[in-house]
């Protein structure tokens, strides 16, 4: 599948246990991983209490925050109010944007005067190997406590806020893996000297994508057309292109599994109460084996146990196991197995616009709930702009609207431009930087401009 990574070719991956993404962005990575694992920061064997309660109060803040903002009225206003700290300022007019900003000052200042971090950063140095993480501060960490080996810190969203770069970019050591060109841009106005940006994509699994080649990919992409253009508008316009692009063997002949739509709620689970409007609106075709609904409950128990009881609720408990799966595990390992593998038969998938949006490289088009947060807001807008996600219409309607698109072939289409336009070869290229094999990374297209 990949060429064999040698020890000389391994390195330190850290995440941290904090909702999915960072850790999604890391779960890739094994492959180059020390020992096939990835640490997290805030929960890795024998870490110092002091460093835990300061990790434990951050995330519990987030995700108590991430649930409020459902509240009426006061609690988009809470949030809008703990988005001020995370706001990812404007890209036009280009500007010097290096100057720190207060939640940069804040995780700093933690460092500093509790130790933070130091402890992680001792343990990593005991086999000095090069270190990539998915989270900022813990290159933070590593540059303050002077890690001897070279730091990689790779961005998770489309756009950056300030608080991803440290306190003196143009002197830090710290190295960047940018996963588009915009987040390439927008290093170099927070100050990062070019030489120090990689342009390299995001990591996806390898067992959506294949080896280089892509196979897999090209393959499940081939069979995802056939159920997504059952009029075959687009595929009847488009049939060399699509031929061009994904090969003549990979072109659909027949149907290899049932319409299948995933909708995945974010680590707070607060959109749960959307899986249960899509199952309602899709009754009739459920109860009929027309389509087949996957509910992503993550690692939450009770959000897997909220969506049986809903199902059943509405009549549908005979479905379940059948045409509604309700995807859950009990660690995040085993559920990004599980969620990798039901995406090989997923024709759409239905999400926040969280770093999930860079999995429209996989020729999945994306459905978007209303974003939460600055980041959010720029993932969707980079779905947009490459044409390969949408807004959702009204849940209630999802019936309705959901299979208009599917005869206008426009899902078709939107499966065709995230995986012709969005960035695929991150985890390739990441392999390949650590092992300084530069000439051998793939380019990515840099015409897009977020």
């Known amino acids: 599948m990949v060429e064999k990574i040698s020890n000389r070719q391994k390195a330190w991956v850290v995440a941290v246990d904090m909702g999915y993404g960072h850790q999604r962005a890391a779960d890739p990575l094994r492959l180059i991983a020390y020992k096939g694992k990835v640490i997290n920061a805030n929960n890795y064997p024998g870490i110092p209490k002091s460093d835990r309660d300061i990790w434990h109060e951050s995330r519990e803040l987030y995700e108590w925050i991430s649930r409020f903002k459902n509240v009426p009225i006061i609690g988009n206003w809470v949030w809008d109010i703990f988005d001020k700290f995370q706001t990812i300022p404007s890209f036009y007019p280009k500007r010097d944007l290096s100057r720190p900003n207060n939640q940069l000052r804040y995780f700093m200042r933690l460092i500093k005067s509790k130790n933070w971090g130091k402890d992680l950063i001792a343990h990593l140095e005991k086999k000095p190997l090069p270190l990539v993480t998915t989270f900022f501060v813990v290159a933070y960490m590593a540059e303050y406590y002077n890690y001897s080996q070279e730091i990689y810190c790779l961005a998770t969203d489309t756009d950056i806020s300030r608080t991803w770069v440290g306190i003196h970019p143009s002197q830090s050591r710290v190295n960047f893996f940018a996963p588009n060109y915009r987040v390439e841009q927008r290093l170099k106005l927070y100050g990062v000297r070019p030489e120090k940006i990689f342009l390299t994509g995001f990591p996806l699994p390898l067992e959506n994508l294949g080896s280089e080649d892509l ?158 947060g600055s980041q959010e807001e720029f993932n969707r807008k980079w779905l947009l702009t490459i044409a390969a996600g949408t807004d959702q219409e009204d849940v209630r309607y999802t019936d309705q609207w959901l299979y208009d698109w599917l005869e206008s072939g426009w899902f078709a289409e939107a499966a065709m431009e995230g995986f012709l336009e969005a960035p695929k070869f991150g985890t390739y290229n990441i392999q390949k930087i650590i092992a300084h094999k530069y000439t051998e990374t793939r380019k990515m297209k840099t015409i897009l401009q977020y």
Request: net charge positive; hydrophobic share 40%.
């Open 215 to 372: 196979g897999i990919l090209k393959s499940d992409l081939g069979h995802r057309l056939f159920n997504l253009d059952p009029k075959r508008k687009y595929i009847s316009a488009y049939k060399e292109t699509i031929c061009e692009q994904i090969g003549k063997t990979c072109f659909p002949f027949h149907q290899r599994h049932p319409l299948t739509l995933t909708f995945a709620v974010g680590g707070a689970g607060a959109q749960r109460d959307t899986g249960v409007e899509i199952a309602k609106s899709l009754r009739r075709r459920l109860l009929k084996g027309q389509i087949r609904l996957n509910l992503v409950a993550g690692i939450r128990n009770e959000i897997s146990s909220f969506f049986i009881a809903k199902i059943k609720e509405l009549g549908l408990g005979q479905c379940l196991n059948k045409n509604i799966r309700i995807i859950f595990a009990n660690n995040k390992e085993d559920y990004f197995k599980k969620f990798n593998a039901i995406l090989r038969t997923t024709d759409i998938l239905w999400t926040k616009p969280s770093e999930l949006s860079f999995y429209t490289a996989l020729g999945l088009p994306i459905i978007m709930t209303p974003p939460l």
